[in-house]
């Protein structure tokens, strides 16, 4: 089999022609197999039809190995000179011709220096799409964050908006007045319940 690994023809033909030989070869080969076969069963039948024949269903059988392996020596002599034939002449392409997707090249030709800094100018854009989609995804989750803010805000708004209404139901307009109203109370509580504590200390002593 040729080394040649023939990229272009198996861009063309959509499979290699180093392939293409050695399916052609396996089956040339099972067609000798079968044949032999054939060969060998139909000679056996005919010494069943000759009374008192002196050879024997072994001995056609090491004929047949041996014709077999003549003829398969024959055929992989012949086979090497066809697929040599078959590689240069028929599926190789030219190397004058180009194909169809390939025609662009012909008025867009192209040097190996420009095709190095195609790829690079290729391999910079990529990293940049890869941070923007990095700054994107920083965006939207500050975005999100922001959401969160805003809404604990407003729930900070709608409790100052209570207390201002609470401010106003005992008479305190003033939201600074409202909150002083709101700390005095709460310093009362405080008192009355650290009063409750004690009085229950008190109690459980005595």
């Known amino acids: 089999m040729s080394v040649d690994p023939m990229t272009y023809e198996a861009q ?25 076969q054939a060969v060998e069963q139909v000679i056996l039948k005919k010494l069943d039809g000759i009374p008192d024949c ?19 020596g024959r055929f992989d002599n012949l ?18 011709v180009l194909l169809p997707e390939d025609k662009p090249q012909e008025t867009h030709p ?39 803010v805003q809404a604990k805000l407003k729930q900070t708004l709608s409790l100052f908006d209570e207390l201002e209404n609470v401010g106003r139901d005992h008479g305190t307009s003033d939201f600074r007045e409202s909150l002083l109203f709101l700390v005095q109370n709460s310093r009362k509580l405080h008192n009355i319940r650290d009063n409750v504590e004690k009085e229950g200390k008190r109690l459980k002593i005595s």
């Not at 059988?61 to 041996?66: A, D, G, I, P, S």
């Not at 000179?81 to 392409?93: A, D, N, P, T, V």
């Open 12 to 36: 063309f033909f959509g499979f290699t022609p180093q392939t293409c030989m050695l399916r052609i070869y396996i089956a040339f080969q099972d067609y000798l197999f079968e044949v032999m």
């Open 54 to 72: 002196a050879i024997s269903p072994v001995q056609i059988r090491k004929c047949t190995e041996k014709f077999l392996c003549f003829m398969k």
């Open 79 to 96: 086979f090497g000179k066809m697929e040599q034939l078959f590689l240069q002449l028929i599926l190789r392409i030219p190397p004058n």
């Open 110 to 148: 192209y040097s190996e220096e420009e095709f190095q800094l195609l790829q690079k100018e290729i391999e910079q854009l990529q990293e940049k799409y890869k941070t923007e989609l990095c700054t994107k995804q920083a965006l939207l989750a500050e975005l999100e964050e922001q959401e969160i």
